[in-house]
Structure formats: C-alpha cells, structure tokens
C-alpha cells in the first residue's frame, strides 16, 4: 500500500498491520521546512515522521522512498535520519514529470516512465482507472468500474498504451541489472531499489 502517511486514521493500522501488506511512502529531507517546501504541504515533515515511528512500532514491513527533487537537497541526511528511526529499506529516486511531478507547463510523457508499465504489471488507481503501473496514472486504459478488468487487459487501450511505452534498451547506457522495481508489490516504486536512468 502506498501512502504518504500524512493522513492516516486510527483504523487504517489495522490494514497496514494485516499479513502479507507492505507499506511504501515517500520522503524528501530530514529538515522541516525543505520537506514541508517540497511536498506544499505546511506539517507534513512532522506527521510523516510520526507515522513512519508508527509503522516501525508496530513492525509493519516499510520501504520508504527519497525523492530527490531540489537542488542540494539533504538527500543523504534523509537516509541518515531514517536509518536511526530504523528504517531499512531506503532507495532514492528523481523526481519524474509525472503525476505531481510535472512542473507548471510541462506535459508528462511515457518517456519518463521506466520501461516496465503494462509489462508484466498494472495498478488500479483509487478512482477505478488502469493504469500501466503507479507512476503512469496519466495514462489510463480504461476503468473498472465500467468495465471487467479481464476485457481492459485485453482490450485496445491497454494494447496501445504497452505499445506506446519504450522498452529498457539492452545496449549503450542501460539500467542497471539488478534494478528491479517490483520487489514488494510488482509496480514501479523508488522505495525498492534504487534509481537507474531510464534512457531508451
């Protein structure tokens, strides 16, 4: 489950905590003020802190994710701090003009994307929308609340959106190997490995 533990009502510990869950964020600075700047939201460096001990207290499995979005960000210092709560399954990633992630003017592409969406994985949005993986949530392929998932897997939407994805290349400047963003969950997350460039 991914969240970004900013809100977070008593009862959904009770999910987080059943077998078999992991839970992912995402984290940007062990300041307030530069995490709070990134994420626009005043107290979110408190809250996520918060309930990141929560999650550890409570011994759910955790993958937290540092986003580097800013110039000189205190990424490392972000590791640094998580490690001492006893967070142990950090990765970094950039910040991808996707979703959120896309600057004012800027349109996301399928470029930005890893190379993995439609191949071997999918993810349903809260709003019933299917999509390549979670970071691709601006190029759905259909919804499940008007249709089976079954006919939108094999349906031309998600045929042309795989189709419109550039595959990882083998040669040049490849990622490497061993990055694998499915290791918890089977979507592209930067909480499970850490980045590679995704040039094609």
Known sequence: MYSNLFNVARSWWGTFGQDGVTLATSYYSDTPAEHDKIT??????????????EALRRGIPLYVGIV????????DAARAELQQLGVTHINTDWVRAVGRGA??????????????CTRGRAAVLPNGDLAGCVLARN???????????RD??????WAELSASIPPRRSG????????????DGSDCAPAEQEACDPAY
């Open 103 to 116: 600057l004012p003017g800027q349109s996301p592409t399928v470029d930005d994307l890893c190379g993995r």
């Open 152 to 157: 939108l897997f094999n349906g031309a939407s």
């Open 40 to 53: 626009g939201k005043p107290g979110s460096y408190l809250r996520s802190r918060s309930n990141i001990e």
């Open 68 to 75: 580097d979005v800013l110039p000189d960000q205190r990424v």
């Open 139 to 149: 190029f759905p392929a259909g919804n499940v609340l008007t249709s089976r998932l």
């Open 172 to 183: 040049g400047n490849p990622c490497n190997p061993d990055c694998n963003p499915s290791k």
